[in-house]
């Protein structure tokens, strides 16, 4: 179903406008109502890398009157295979700026703002508030997963695209105009889906490798970045069928355009008819993404929870510690644990517990969490402090809930 366009329209083109805009102008579609709405359109996106390059350069050109960029990397060599708003001479400069350039280089009436920082959950309401739309381009899922909820919960719809070797997916996830004061939108956006409903959980932590670690096709880029172009310009002034609810999947080697339905879940954690996520969480953390150096931590010292439930039944000499939040330990726990959140190891009051709990050392500490992404920092932590045979518990809780004590609730 078409969705109302999400512009209103600006009051009049210039002579200049009308003369740089006439190949819109002339589509019916389009037409003079269609370019005011470009006109008046604000739209964030967010990386200046492979999808936002030609992203930015065709909405610019489109005449899309503001556009943000949140970046805060810097033009590298390697970058250029793909990431034609850069170029030879903006090497080392930062990317925001060297987009900038471009984009004025392409269309001096669009007004660009810069965002050049690291999109987190302390600046991301404050950097998306204020724009209609947003084109995705991120390359991570932690970031993903958080452009996805905080759109939600500022109700702005999103353009999302991801790439891998030859292979591209687009998609518009709306779910967030539901809450829309304009009632047309929100009834269109009614059974609208998220990211989330598509991909619930994201994947094992190096499962599915990045751009650096597998390589893209640098023309992918323009294949699905112009798709999101395409859809952008359709949701802003209010034409076509936009990929709402549809998942566009593009094989480069084939040359196939597939579209696929994508149903609104239920049971979406963030959008379904019981909702449990209510805020951003911590989205490294969902992500299971792990520092190298914790990764090194647990290398060679990490039980599974078949040892740890031996250790419990054979051994007095270690302490288990639990790492988690204090409510997640009211959820389920491993029995005879003690609680000692995450933060007081990073903030170093821990050390002084610890040495109670362990008899200054001479008990082996063995630490959870959820997963063994939070277990293995503050491993880290602990074997810096001087407890060398510290080890963790591979797969936390979920995995001791799963095949130890099925009894206990999951979450
Ligand atoms: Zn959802």
């Known amino acids: 179903m078409p969705l109302a366009p999400l512009v209103e329209p600006a009051e009049s083109l210039s002579i200049d406008e009308v003369r740089r805009y006439s190949r819109h102008l002339i589509i019916p579609d389009v037409g003079m109502a269609g370019q005011k709405r470009l006109k008046n359109a604000k ?46 001479s903006t090497i080392g400069q930062p990317k925001a700026q060297s987009a900038a350039a471009a984009v004025a280089d392409v269309n001096p ?25 947003i084109v995705d381009g991120t390359d991570n899922f932690a970031t993903r997963y958080l452009v996805n909820d905080a759109a939600y919960f500022l109700g702005i719809p999103y353009v999302w695209g ?58 992918l880029c323009a294949s ?25 999947v593009y094989d480069a080697l084939e040359m196939e355009y597939r579209k696929l339905k994508v149903r609104k879940d239920p049971n979406c954690r963030l959008c379904g008819e019981n909702p449990e996520v209510t805020g951003l969480i911590d989205y490294d953390y969902f992500c299971g993404n792990i ?33 988690r939040e204090p409510n997640e330990y009211e959820i389920n726990k491993i029995p005879g644990s003690v ?45 810096g402090a001087g407890y060398s045979d510290a080890v963790h518990v591979g797969g936390g809780v979920v995995a001791w809930v799963s095949q130890i004590d099925p009894s206990q609730p999951a979450y």
Not at 297 to 308: F, M, R
């Open 224 to 248: 699905i970045g112009s798709i999101q172009v395409n859809e952008a310009i359709k949701l802003l002034a209010g034409i076509g069928e936009p990929l709402v609810g549809k998942l566009m």
């Open 291 to 323: 520092s190298d150096e914790a990764a090194d931590a647990a290398a060679g010292s990490t039980i599974s929870v078949n040892q740890l439930d031996q250790w419990i039944k054979d051994r007095d000499d270690f302490v288990l510690v639990d790492v």
């Open 109 to 133: 009436l669009v007004n660009v703002v810069l965002h050049e920082e690291r999109l987190d959950n302390d600046n991301v309401y404050r950097i998306f508030e204020g724009y209609d739309l």
């Open 339 to 383: 609680l000692i959140p995450k933060g007081e190891f990073l903030n170093g009051n821990a050390l002084e517990e610890l040495g109670k709990l362990t008899d200054n050392g001479s008990k082996q500490l063995v630490l959870h969490c959820k997963s063994g992404v939070r277990s293995a920092e503050c491993l880290l932590v602990a074997k």
């Open 43 to 88: 739209v964030l996106v967010i990386g200046a890398g492979g999808l936002g390059s030609p992203a930015l350069l065709y909405l610019a050109a489109a005449g899309v009157g503001t556009l943000g960029i949140v970046e805060f990397d810097e033009v590298d060599e390697s970058n250029l295979q793909r990431q034609i708003i850069h170029k030879q």
């Open 162 to 219: 991801s790439i891998y070797r030859f292979d591209g997916q687009a998609s518009v996830f709306a779910a967030g105009l539901r809450n829309s004061k304009n009632e047309e939108l929100a009834a269109a956006a009614a059974d609208a889906p998220c990211y989330r409903c598509l991909y619930p959980e994201p994947p094992p932590p190096g499962m599915v490798p990045s751009c650096a670690e597998g390589g893209v096709l640098g023309v």
